[in-house]
């Protein structure tokens, strides 16, 4: 079963920057994409940003764009998100999820399962 523990979570003051790591162990093929959400209390979670195994296509939400990046050591089974420009709205519990079927529209349509535990991101002067 595929399996996912996150890291590199902290408390950081607006504007500054912080790298997740989401490593995977436990799966037999690869998956179709690996994506990290977050949520904080009360709120659905939100999904962030994606990245494909095939191609390395990539998707960030609106709300991040320009300011996250995605990307993965395939030899590490490790998928990263540098988040750089903290604002006080990214705090929230930050987790990745695998996606094991394809989407016409990319990794941001797709069905997500085996999420991790999460890492708390705290942005706050």
């Known amino acids: 079963q595929l399996q996912f523990v996150e890291s590199g979570g902290g408390l950081v003051q607006p504007g500054e920057s912080l790298r997740l790591s989401c490593a995977a162990s436990g799966f037999d093929e690869e998956p179709y994409s690996i994506a990290w959400f977050r949520q904080v209390p009360g709120k659905e979670h939100e999904g962030v940003s994606c990245?494909?195994?095939?191609?390395?296509?990539?998707w960030y939400a609106d709300s991040v764009k320009g300011r996250f990046t995605i990307s993965r050591d395939n030899a590490k089974n490790t998928v990263y998100l540098q988040m750089n420009g903290l604002k006080p709205e990214d705090t929230a519990l930050y987790y990745c999820?695998?996606?094991?079927?394809?989407?016409?529209?990319?990794?941001?349509?797709?069905?997500?399962?085996?999420w991790g535990q999460g890492t708390q991101v705290t942005v706050s002067s």
């Open positions: 990245i494909q195994s095939s191609d390395g296509n990539t």
């Open positions: 999820a695998a996606a094991h079927f394809g989407s016409d529209v990319g990794c941001s349509g797709a069905t997500y399962a085996d």
